[in-house]
């Protein structure tokens, strides 16, 4: 059982370069996240998508995007990475719509990022 | 504004005793709280949920109680064991709708041996 798979685990980035972190879910849920963990703060929502073709912003959405093409996979792109993106990125998903959603979040291993 | 606030940020509690971690939300529209456990390193995953129309719900070692007329709600660890030596978040959301968890900070618990 895979759930949500994260690549990579962790990368160290010069500032300024582009970096995409990859997610990918084998459990078809309809809703997939972007989380960033800091020490103190706390999980902060980047990004979300409800379902496939349509993505929302969260509470930190500056400096990242992301694209959600099919079911499965939900990239997260930081164009130019600066220092203060430093942190360790979770991706998320959960049933989502209607009564299949229990308000569960499955998430993967994280992918710890530091940028220099 | 912080919808969901979590406390202590951390806590130390003896082999055996009692975890205590507090969490109070604002939205009276949520209906779902559940409990995240996070292990150094993994993802958090859930622990336990709680939905308003019951008061407490135990679930071995670990029970939520919630008190709907405060906006408050609490997990308390009972017999706390090293192994239980996480972090925990609370959220709060409301279930059945595309809205989004609210999490609170976290609380860094700690079980001595």
């Known amino acids: 059982i895979a759930g949500i798979t994260q690549a990579p685990t962790s990368q160290i980035l010069a500032a300024g370069r582009r970096m995409t972190l990859r997610c990918t879910q084998d459990m078809r849920h309809n809703a997939m996240y972007w989380y960033r963990q800091d020490l103190g703060l706390g999980l902060r929502l980047i990004h979300y998508s409800n379902t496939a073709g349509t993505t929302g912003k969260g509470e930190v959405p500056d400096g990242y995007s992301v694209s959600r093409a099919n079911t499965d996979d939900f990239p997260l792109t930081l164009a130019s990475a600066v220092p203060s993106q430093t942190s360790v990125y979770f991706c998320a998903s959960s049933p989502g719509r209607g009564r299949a959603n229990t308000g569960e979040l499955f998430f993967g291993e994280g992918s710890r990022l530091t940028v220099l | 504004q912080q919808q969901v606030k979590q406390s202590p940020q951390s806590l130390i509690v003896q082999k055996g005793g009692i975890s205590i971690i507090n969490c109070a939300y604002e939205?009276?529209?949520?209906?779902?709280f559940p409990w995240y456990q996070q292990f150094p390193g993994k993802g958090p995953a859930l622990l336990i949920a709680i939905r308003p129309d019951v008061s407490e719900k135990k679930e071995g070692r670990f029970t939520i109680s919630f008190n709907k007329s405060a906006k408050q709600f609490s997990l308390h660890i009972m017999d706390s064991q090293p192994g239980d030596s996480a972090t925990y978040f609370c959220?709060?959301?409301?279930?059945?709708?595309?809205?989004?968890?609210?999490f609170g900070k976290g609380t860094r618990l700690h079980i001595l041996p």
């Open positions: 959220a709060a959301s409301k279930a059945n709708r595309d809205d989004k968890i609210i």
């Open positions: 939205n009276t529209a949520f209906d779902y």
